[in-house]
């Protein structure tokens, strides 16, 4: 029985360390995932900012020459074409990640129905057994106790 105790400790232990392994690659994935987001974020901020600034640089040149209209203009479309693709890229990126701990949740969900299956017959007769030296046991040393109380 002490066998099967410190087994079922054990198993226990591995389980617990796998799945903390596993929340800690989840952690460090989100985060990785999160810091692109953010560097990315930033991006389009910057080249929206500097698309405004071209195009009002443009709008205030548009009385001068045509060649600097015409490069304000390229570059202030240039910085907006940046900002949009890159919002819309992080558009994409933030609606293809999975949730937050996915894998860790589906690893628990799999024990969960692993340990709802009933033991198979094989494992059922061992503790059956074991159970039954367990009771034999039990009632010798009650046997032997009530003997040497005097007892009979």
Known sequence: MLDSLRTLVDGA???VHTRLELL???LRAE???LTAAVLVSLAVLFFAAIGIVFAAFAIMLAAWDHFRFGAAVL???AFLAAAVFGGLRLQRFAQ???RMFDASLAALEGDREQLARPAPK???A???VEVGQ???AGLMLYTVVRRALGRR
């Open 134 to 136: 367990w009771i034999a």
């Open 75 to 77: 570059l202030a479309l």
């Open 122 to 124: 094989a494992r059922l």
């Open 96 to 98: 293809e990640q999975p």
């Open 31 to 33: 985060r990785a995932r």
């Open 13 to 15: 232990a591995g389980l």
């Open 24 to 26: 800690g690659a989840d």
């Open 126 to 128: 061992e503790r059956a």
